[in-house]
């Protein structure tokens, strides 16, 4: 069974950088498959971030396309989100997700609230 | 990107009852949507994946149906933990989109 486990601060400073990571267990990286992350700010809907192949290869969404940047570690079976120049409205619960070719995002992590404040 | 609209935005039923939501797609989606369900607190839950493939350990009362713009998950007979968020999703074209979401209260 796929699991995923979300790492990081739940607190984060204006201007700063979100850190977050996802170690997977129960599947490898190495064997495909994309991995994504997606937030929600309290009370709204789900945004999709962006996804990540175990090549590197990622996709965007264009509206934070400058200020993030993904990456996976297979030797750890983990992937990685950096979203930089933080401000209150990246305030949201964040998810890490397996994004899989055949349809839909599954599993998907536990999600914890990160606030942007000082 | 393709926008998802989803309708109504809340859908007020009783135990028992069928329920309808719809999706409509800007453009063509062909097959590549998804439904999901969020209880508060919890993550999503992929209910459906291609427009009517039931996710693993999802009870066949529910079901999705659709191609191309428009699409419709139902819940043949709403079961008390079926009142939630429901959320449609397309992975058709980068950058993957959700719809805006369709609450499903105790009427």
């Known amino acids: 069974q796929v699991q995923l486990q979300k790492s990081g601060p739940g607190l984060v400073k204006p201007s700063e950088t979100l850190s977050l990571t996802c170690s997977v267990s129960?599947?490898?990286?190495?064997?495909?498959?994309?991995w994504g992350w997606i937030r929600q700010p309290p009370g709204k809907g789900l945004e999709w971030i962006g996804s990540?192949?175990?090549?590197?290869?990622?996709f965007y969404n264009p509206s934070l396309e400058s200020r993030v940047a993904m990456s996976v570690d297979t030797s750890k079976n983990q992937f990685s989100l950096n979203l930089t120049s933080v401000t209150a409205a990246d305030t949201a619960v964040y998810y890490c997700?397996?994004?899989?070719?055949?349809?839909?995002?599954?599993?998907w992590g536990q999600g914890t609230l990160v606030t942007v404040s000082s | 990107e393709i926008v998802l609209t989803q309708s109504p935005d809340t859908l007020s039923l009783s135990p028992g009852e069928r329920a309808t939501l719809s999706c409509r797609a800007s453009?063509?989606?062909?097959?590549?949507l998804a439904w999901y369900q969020q209880k508060p607190g919890q993550a999503p839950r992929l209910l459906i994946y291609?427009?009517?493939n039931r996710a693993t350990g999802i009870p066949a009362r529910f079901s999705g149906s659709g191609s191309g713009t428009d699409f419709t998950l139902t819940i043949s007979s709403l079961e008390p933990e079926d009142f939630a968020v429901y959320y449609c999703?397309?992975?058709?074209?980068?950058?993957?989109?959700f719809g805006q979401g369709t609450k499903v209260e105790i009427k």
């Open positions: 997700v397996r994004d899989r070719p055949n349809g839909g995002f599954d599993p």
């Open positions: 999703q397309q992975r058709r074209l980068w950058p993957r989109t």
């Open positions: 129960g599947y490898s990286i190495s064997n495909g498959y994309y």
């Open positions: 291609d427009a009517s």
């Open positions: 990540i192949y175990q090549s590197g290869k990622t």
């Open positions: 453009q063509s989606v062909s097959s590549y």
